[in-house]
Nanobody
Framework: QVQLVESGGGLVQAGGSLRLSCAAS????????MGWFRQAPGKEREFVAA????????YYADSVKGRFTISRDNAKNTVNLQMKDLLPEDTAVYYC????????????????????WGQGTQVTVSS
């Protein structure tokens, strides 16, 4: 069982930066690949970024590649999303999630691969 709590969201101007953090409880955090997703009003939840169990593999949606960086600290049970050059279209509720797979080196971009979710944190980018 993994419980996830996101923080770090807020209001920022276009071109600005934010760092989201996700704190996980439970001793199995390091066993799970982790991901970030987002959901804008009226839209489906979409993949943003994922990171493998040991952090050696990362994967990004094309829309955020080069602007967002996912990282994790297994000693602190945290996964982070550093966001820069933010755009108004990045406005959404951001969720972190734990992948049901415990395979090494694996990352997934499908929602169905994730079975633990946080409550989300709002990111609003003004133009």
């Amino acid at each position: 069982q993994v419980q996830l709590v996101e923080s770090g969201g807020g209001l920022v101007q276009a071109g600005g930066s934010l760092r989201l953090s996700c704190a996980a409880s439970g001793r199995t955090f390091s066993s799970h690949p982790m991901g970030w997703f987002r959901q804008a009003p009226g839209k489906e939840r979409e993949f943003v970024a994922a990171i493998s169990r040991n952090g050696g593999t990362t994967y990004y949606a094309d829309s955020v590649k080069g602007r967002f960086t996912i990282s994790r600290d297994n000693a602190k049970n945290t996964v982070n999303l550093q966001m820069k050059d933010l755009l108004p279209e990045d406005t959404a509720v951001y969720y972190c999630a734990a992948d049901r797979s415990q395979r090494m080196g694996v990352v997934h971009n499908e929602l169905a691969s994730y079975n633990y979710w946080g409550q989300g944190t709002q990111v609003t980018v003004s133009s």
